[in-house]
């Protein structure tokens, strides 16, 4: 709840400096807005997902297989594109938006692990990947709250 608080205060945030016009920061902002709302809408689908395949693997993990095919690596990939895609130009933006971007990465490189994992059907090998997909979903939270610190940040300096 508090991440998805913190979702919407930053998509507030963004809203709000797009309104400001004549500032050469807000200026460059004008396509970030954007991209983050669309990592954060992926975000909330990629987390939706991920929840709904933990249930599957209990009960059919040939479902969860498909989930993961069809919606999480879909997604994922949709997410690392917009990312590499959408740097923005301001300085203090790019140094946190390149590590949101790794983080985005190493969870996509979690995520292919994941699925190789429950395509074994090995247990131990589901449970360690769940466990190091779920720690990257955590280190994207983290970089995320920075991107968010940063927009603060250069709203606060206007």
């Given at each position: 709840m508090k991440k998805t608080v913190s979702l919407f205060l930053l998509m507030t945030l963004l809203l709000s400096l797009t309104a400001c016009a004549g500032n050469p920061v807000v200026d460059d902002?004008?396509?970030y807005p954007g991209v983050v709302k669309q990592i954060v809408v992926l975000e909330i689908a990629f987390k939706k997902t991920f929840t709904e395949v933990k249930t599957a693997l209990k009960d059919s993990p040939e479902s969860a297989l498909t989930?993961?095919?069809?919606?999480?690596?879909?997604?994922?990939?949709?997410?690392?594109?917009?990312s590499e895609n959408g740097t923005p130009k301001i300085e203090a933006l790019v140094k946190v938006h390149t590590v949101l971007t790794d983080a985005i990465k190493k969870r996509h490189s979690a995520l292919i692990a994941f699925e190789a994992a429950v395509e074994s059907k090995e247990v131990a090998a589901i449970k360690s990947a769940t466990a190091k997909l779920?720690?990257?979903?955590?280190?994207f939270n983290e970089k995320f709250i920075e991107v968010s610190k940063a927009l603060e940040k250069l709203n606060l300096n206007q």
């Open positions: 902002l004008k396509t989930l993961i095919k069809t919606t999480l690596i879909p997604k994922s990939q949709e997410m690392v594109t917009t779920e720690e990257t979903i955590e280190g």
